[in-house]
Every structure is written in C-alpha cells, then in structure tokens.
C-alpha cells in the first residue's frame, strides 16, 4: 500500500528526489568536528499505542534515534516487538501520539516518495511483468522524463537486481526471492532518499535469503543511500549494517544502546566468520538481546497468575503391535 | 548404557528405471540414553532420510535400527516426531491437538488425567494462558510449540526432529531452543535431531555428527560438544571453543559445497549448455 | 605501601586509625591541587598515584592506570583531572579495592564527525560480557548515562539500573546485578571525556553521593541524585553533615577539589565540574 501511494507524486518532488546523495562519513577521524553533519532523519520522544483509555496499548515508547546520511542502519528485534510499527512511523503511514518524526528538519506528516518502502510481502501487480512493474512506478515518479530516458532506467534496476533474464515474466512465474527482487528494484528505481527495509528477507529460505543480503549489500556499497533495515537476524544485520540498535521487547519497546559495526567493507560473508570484531560483535549484539528478552519473561512471569499444572504420573501403554501411526 | 538407540549399516537404496541410487550408505550411529544428537548437513545430504527410517515412516534397504533393546518395525508412539511444520488441526483447539495423541496412548487415564497430561506439556512450552486457542490463530512459533508439547506427551524413548525451527525467523528460533532444552531437562528423551544450522547444532547437542553429500551420504564427522548443562547461551557462546568448533563444522559444510558444486560442473559440461544462469530456481526446487 | 590511608588527624583525637573506605569499593582517595605547576596532595590523603594523577593532567584526560603498576590490594586506579576555564585545578584518584564485589570504571570520549561517545578504557573486573557489549555500544549526545553527562555538564547519578529508562545497557546491568552508576563530566573549554563509575548491590562506590546541580547562584540538589547506604533515596544522617552546601560552594569558589575529614572520621570530596568558567555542578562523595 505504501509503494501504491507513491504514484500520484508531482513533478517537481520528483525532480527534488533525483539529487544523488554522495555525502558519506568518513568515520575514522577521532576528532570531534565543531558543526557535525545534521541527520537525515530525527525521532524525538516517539511514542505510539493502540486503543484509547483501558485497553489502549503503548507498541512504542521514548523512541529517541538519529538516522545519518547514507548510514546503514539496522533496527534489530523479536517479532511482536513493534518493528512494524516503527517502520510505518517512518514511512509516514502511522503519525506518531507524542513526539515528532523529521525529515531533513522538517515533520514527516504521510507517505512520500523520498522514502521508499519494502516489505516482506512483495505487493507486485500480478498482471504486469518484472519490467512492467518497475517501469510503472518509474513512469509515475519520473513522468517529466523522455521515454527512452525511461526505459534505460528500468533495464539498469532489472539488470542491478539481476533479473534481465527474467523481465518478461509475471509475478506468479517467479520464485519468493526473484519477487523480493523485483519489488526491490521497484523501490530503488523511484531514487527515494531513505531507503526502509521492513524484514524484506524474513520469508525467504537461509540460501535466498543469503543470496539477497549479498545482492542489497553489493547495491548499498555501489548507491550508497541512506538504509534502514529491519530484521530479526544478528548476522544479517552485522553483515549489512554500519550500526545495530536493538528494539527491546514489548509492550512499550523502547531502544536499546546503538551498536557501532566497526569492520571493513566490502564485506564478506565467508571472511566475517573468521573475524575477531565480528565474533565478539556477535556475542555483544546476541547477548543483550537475550538479557532483555529473558529481564521481559520474567517481569511478565512475576504477573501471570496461570495455574500450576501436576502432570499425573503415568506411562502410555506399550503397543506392541501398532493399530496405526499417530501423527506426532 | 551404551547403544540405547543403534544405527547399524544403515543404507538406502532407491531403484529408479537407470538402476539403483544409493542415498545412504553404511550410516553408523549409537546413542546413549538421554543423549542428544544433531545430523548436520546441507539439504538433500540424506540427514531426513535416516531420520524418517529411524521414524519408521520410510523401508530400510540394508542395516537395521534398534531403540530401547527392540528394532523398529514401521512407525510407533515410542517414536515422537516433530517436522518444520506442525502439521496441527486447524479447526482444533491447543489442547485438543495435543490430546489426540494423548488419548491413544492413554486409554487407561481418567479424562481428566489426560487433560492434565495435555495441559501440563502445554503449559511447559509456555503456552499455558492459550490452551483453548485454536490453531489457525496461533502465529507459526506458537503452532510449533504446541508440536512439540504433542511430541513430549506421548513420553517417546525417543525423539525425532526434523529441521523443527527451520520455518522461524532466529530469534523466535533460538527462543523455541531454550523452550526445549527446559523441557529436556525434566523429561530426559534421547534425541536425534537434523538441522543445517551451525549455531542451532552447537547449543543443542551433546554429539554433532556431520553427514557428507548424497548420494551414498555416510558420517563424515562427529563432534563432541563441551559446553556444560543446562546449557545457557550467553556462557556457550563466550566459551572459548564455541568459534573453534563452529569454524570447524561451517569448513566441513563448504568442503562439501565444493564437491558438490565439482561434481555439479562435470554433470553440466557433460550434459552441454542448455538453462540460464537461474541458481535461484534450483535452490527453490531443492527446499521443497 | 600502605593503601587504605590510616588517618592520624593531627588537630583532631588522635586515636586509632580507622579504614575511611570500609564498606565501599573503594581502597582510597586521592586529592590533589595544582599548585604552581605542580601536583601537591592536599592534607590526610596519600600520594600513591601521583604518577598517574601527573599523567592525567598532561594528556588533559581521564585516565586509568595500567595494570602491572597497581599495588597488590588494588584492582584498578583512575585519575580524573578538574578543570576551570583551560586550566587544570586538581586531579582526583580513585582506587578500587581487590574485592568480589563488582565495580566498574569506564572512560567515555567523543568519536568521528557526530556528536558520539565510545569508551576508550575501562575496568570491568570479572564482568566480561558488560565489557564486550560496552565496547561496542555508542552513545550520542544526550542518549545514555554517558551522554547525559555530556549533554548536562554536571554529574548524573542513576539508581536500580536494571530498570532504569535512562541507562541503555540496562540489559547486560540486569544480567551482571549492577546497581547504581554515576557519571561525571571532564570538561575545559570543551568537553572532554565523561567518567561512569558502576558499582553492584554488594558494595556502593561510596556510603553517599550527591549530585548537585549549580543554576547561575543556585545549588539544586535533584530529587534523584542522591545515594547511601541506609536507604537509596536519602543519604544517611552524618554523610549529609558532611555534605553541607557551604563547602560545596567553597570548591565552586576555588574551582578546586577539596577533600576533608571530620571530627568523627567521615570523609567527603567534592568534585566540581565547570565548563569554560561557569560552574555547572559538584559532586559530593561521601565515606
């Protein structure tokens, strides 16, 4: 629905939105700069519920996080922690109840192409073909462009999500990851300046998904656009992330210390398992995760009032010959 | 006790109109009671082969399989399973998917008893607040849980797991983990577990044992685990051998990902140029 | 060499000596004053780490002292050096006892073009996995117990940090049972460093702790910032005696730490921050 609401853009946004963004930190420096570069995207005191009055639910609480220009940022959390929730506030689909969202210092009040969303269910028009998909979204949002101009832009996103040989084809002739594909070079085409990744991989197999995060990262080193990414997977996020913040379980998530993924890009996959930072990361960013979750079982424990159950002390009866398999 | 589960010869063999393929060849395994152990290997290695043999749900062409002093003969309740995907009764409610097994196996019970049964295993992977949910509206880890409290109820001597976390995202993952290694810890089940997970393998098990690639898939290697119980992660992951061993099972993985691929590359070259580049699809062809 | 200093206090009854440190992490306190270019320690405190304390003036930074040159009793030692306008006024030093009680020094400075703190040393003791998930956290301006001090420019004290909303790492605190933490700002013209002292419920850094907040002629003392033994909200009796406001002002006066034992062997130093020559606050600790 998100990427739906892109299509009716006027002209002069869409002019706005083709300004490459080559700003990138270099972040070796240990010098602190007097005028420190302001970040694309700011969220101050976020908080967000469901409800009103007694059943009202508090998702997001004192959400407070910077988004910097072309970072890669990884938003890492348990399913039911509210990441959706968070991704919706920045995509402008969700206002927040308290505290202001900013894009380039101005208030994030809906949806807009400069920032581009993928989810994990690929809404790919199933009538259309890979090239007829991209090429619609590419059409709305660049319609000031000549034709040809057009078309060489769709083939460049075809060919850099790496699916020319499958262009012609529609959605149902496409496995889960050429989808995923697909609906990722139909946001990336659109040039959004914030690129929001809500768990694109989270429904693909470990091998597709391995593929992908290859694939997003080869095309963030080349772009480098400002990315934020959600995921429920450290290793995709230390993989892919220049830093990690964690979203601590809800209700009233809030988020955790940002954590700072020092290793060199390009990255590796099969190198990184042998990397000293990227173990001691892996523990660092895996460990707090499961303190927070385990500190959140047990306040949760200490209000249950679930009844004890004594299981009766008794064996199931030898069947010597099977009267017939119980699906166990 | 030594040799509570035995593994002995075991081989399959399928005949196909060009003649046997062999899957599995002279696979050897003991286990002793209570011990759990993990078949790591890449998909389509045979791992689920031998485990569906050991299920009772798949012939055994050569060797023989012994649990508990009697070798097995066709599928049985002493045998619990637990498969990617639960494979619950929609319509049914937590505890009546887990009472359909509860009542055969405990026809002599009160039906109170084999409610409590049901109940009590429920409750053990937390999901005691939605015992009369039905299953349709519980998310997929949720599902899971309830088959592997189906699984325990039936006190299986042992436990057969195939991939059973495989669908979960990884942190509902290594939650589902804990919930059965808690579990464990009260009902003691030999276990024999496959997964192509090497994190999951390391937490888990006592004995990894690494299959090479079918066809002809046979032990390539067998790891001892020396992370203490009950195990907590954080400790197994800050144990100064945990990165060793896991270097060492991934090397092995991508050992046999070579041959594979060798092997793929010969066949290809035999059998002339003919489909695109479309690993993708393959892959896809090859989960399913 | 004789740690945990056994005070003779001359004008006062020279009795026994007495432990000032018993009950807290700490094995001693060191105040010294810049005094014609020099380190010179100030009465009834020792001299042990004026290395150290040296050290920390010249490199214009918080720092700890390297392992192999701690005493055999001492688990760790750092130096904080006190600044007015540019200019170093005194350095304190404090020591942490060997204990099995948990105690963690850390040292908090800004990092790379944003407005960022990462720890560039620390003590952690047997808590190795707060270490491991410290060393690769990062606090912005603002965010964190680290950045608050930053942000303020006065120390910042944090209670029951396993559920405290302000202190991130609270997670790793639960797991570790870490209690309470104080931060306090080095600053000179410029901020410098923030210092984040931790301590476990088994033993406080010290027997009170306040943080007072100056406001132009105005000394605020929070609600939260305060600490002691006898309950967590309020200090006990005789560490708020030894905290009056007066000579709290006298080290805001002086721009200098100041040190002192009373009558009845209670100790307290106070530890004003300023940032160029504003005063901002003063932290009172108390044994």
């Not at chain 1, 998904?209 to 990414?229: F, G, H, S, Y």
């Not at chain 1, 009766?312 to 119980?326: A, F, G, S, T």
């Not at chain 2, 001892?224 to 009950?230: D, G, L, T, V």
Request: with cysteine; aromatic share 6%.
């Amino acid at each position: 629905m998100s990427i739906d609401s892109h299509y009716d853009q006027s002209t002069d946004q869409a002019n706005k939105m083709t300004t490459a963004f080559k700003v990138q930190a270099t972040r070796e420096s240990p010098i602190q700069s007097v005028q420190p570069p302001i970040p694309i995207i700011e969220m101050r005191g976020v908080v967000k519920g469901y409800g009103s009055g007694v059943t009202r639910t508090e998702v997001l609480h004192n959400i407070n996080l910077n988004i910097r220009q072309g970072e890669f940022l990884a938003v890492c959390g348990f399913s039911g922690s509210g990441k959706t929730t968070f991704m919706q506030l920045l995509a402008g689909l969700l206002l927040p109840d308290q505290g202001v969202i900013l894009m380039e210092g101005e208030p994030i009040v809906g949806p807009g192409p400069d920032r581009g969303l993928v989810f994990q269910n690929y809404s790919l028009l199933p009538w259309l073909t890979v090239r007829g998909n991209i090429a619609l979204s590419v059409d709305s949002v660049f319609s000031n462009w000549a034709k040809g101009e057009r078309r060489d832009h769709v083939e460049k996103f075809i060919e850099m999500v790496g699916l020319s040989h499958a262009a012609h084809r529609r959605p149902h002739e496409l496995s889960g990851g050429m989808r995923q594909r697909t609906s990722l070079a139909r946001t990336l085409a659109m040039k959004p300046k914030v690129l929001l990744l809500d768990e694109p991989l989270s429904a693909l197999d470990a091998l597709t998904r391995a593929q992908l995060q290859d694939e997003i990262l080869k095309i963030w080193e080349e772009e480098r656009q400002t990315c934020v990414m959600i995921t429920n997977d450290v290793d995709e996020a230390i993989l892919v992330a220049d830093r990690i913040v964690p979203l601590n379980p809800g209700p009233k998530a809030s988020l955790g210390p940002t954590f700072a993924v020092d290793l060199q890009r390009p990255r590796n996959r099969a190198a990184l398992n042998h990397n000293s930072t990227f173990k001691n990361l892996r523990r660092a960013v895996t460990n707090y995760l499961l303190a927070v979750r385990k500190k959140s079982r047990d306040d949760e424990a200490a209000h249950s009032n679930e009844p004890i159950i004594r299981l009766p002390d008794l064996q199931p009866v030898e069947l010597r010959r099977y009267p017939k398999w119980i699906p166990t | 006790m030594a040799g509570y589960v035995e593994m002995f010869r075991l081989g399959k063999t399928y005949d196909t109109k060009n003649g046997p393929v062999v899957i599995v060849e002279e696979f050897n395994l003991n286990m002793t009671q209570g011990e759990y152990v993990c078949l790591l290997g890449h998909s389509g290695c045979g791992k689920s082969t031998v485990l569906m043999m050991a299920a009772g749900l798949n012939p055994i062409s050569t060797g023989g399989i012994v649990v508990a002093g009697r070798e097995i003969d066709g599928p049985g309740p002493d045998r619990g399973i637990v498969f990617q995907s639960p494979c619950l009764m929609p319509w049914m409610t937590a505890l009546e998917n887990v009472l359909l097994g509860v009542n055969q196996v405990y026809p002599h019970a009160t039906k109170a008893q084999r409610r409590d049964i049901a109940a009590y295993y429920l409750s053990l992977v937390r999901l005691g607040s939605s015992l009369n949910k039905r299953a349709s509206a519980l998310s997929q880890g949720m599902q899971q849980r309830v088959g592997i409290a189906r699984a325990f109820a039936l006190k299986p001597k042992l436990l057969l797991l195939d991939e059973p976390f495989g669908m979960l995202d990884s942190l509902t993952r290594m939650e589902l983990q804990e919930i059965l290694l808690e579990i464990l810890k009260k009902d003691k089940v030999t276990t024999l577990m496959i997964t192509h997970d090497v994190d999951e393998a390391l937490f888990m098990s006592d004995r990894v044992v690494m299959m090479t690639n079918g066809p002809r898939a046979r032990v390539g290697a067998t790891f001892h685990m020396p992370f203490e119980r009950p195990r907590v992660r954080a400790e197994v992951l800050d144990h100064p051998e945990y990165y060793e061993f896991r270097s060492r099972m991934i090397e092995f993985l991508e050992e046999q990902d070579h041959r594979k691929l060798h092997r793929e590359v010969e066949k290809f070259t035999a059998s002339r140029m003919e489909s695109s580049s479309d690993e993708e699809e393959s892959n896809v062809v090859a989960q399913h | 060499m004789k740690r945990s200093p056994t005070l003779l206090h001359s004008t006062e009854t020279a009795e026994s000596s007495v432990d000032l440190f018993a009950g807290t992490l700490l094995s001693t306190v060191e105040v010294y004053r810049m005094s014609g270019g020099k380190l010179e320690t100030v009465s009834d405190t020792t001299s042990d780490f004026i290395e150290l304390a040296s050290d920390a003036t010249d490199r214009r930074t918080p720092l700890l002292a390297s392992p192999e040159s701690l005493p055999a009793d001492v688990a760790s030692a750092m130096a904080i050096p006190i600044f007015r306008a540019d200019t170093c006024t005194s350095v304190i030093v404090l020591a942490l006892k060997k204990s099995t009680a948990a105690g963690v020094f850390e040292v908090w400075t800004p990092y790379g073009i944003y407005p960022e703190l990462k720890l560039v040393d620390g003590f952690y003791g047997s808590l190795e996995r707060f270490h491991n998930v410290s060393s690769f956290v990062r606090f912005e301006r603002g965010m964190g117990l680290p950045g608050q001090t930053w942000a303020s420019n006065h120390s910042i004290i944090h209670h029951d940090l396993p559920n405290h909303p302000g202190f991130l790492r609270a997670a790793g605190a639960s797991a570790e049972s870490l209690c309470s933490a104080v931060g306090i700002p080095v600053l000179a013209l410029d901020f410098i460093a923030a210092v984040v002292l931790i301590n476990s419920i088994e033993l406080p850094i010290a027997r009170g702790m306040q943080a007072w907040v100056i406001d132009g002629d105005s000394f605020e003392l929070p609600t939260t910032s305060s600490f002691g033994l006898s309950s967590i909200e309020k200090p006990d009796v005789r560490c708020r005696a030894s905290m009056d406001v007066g000579w709290l002002r006298r080290s805001v006066e002086t721009g200098e730490a100041l040190w002192r034992v009373d009558a009845a062997s209670h100790a307290c130093v106070a530890i004003p921050s300023f940032r160029g020559t504003n005063p901002c606050g003063v932290l009172a600790l108390c044994f």
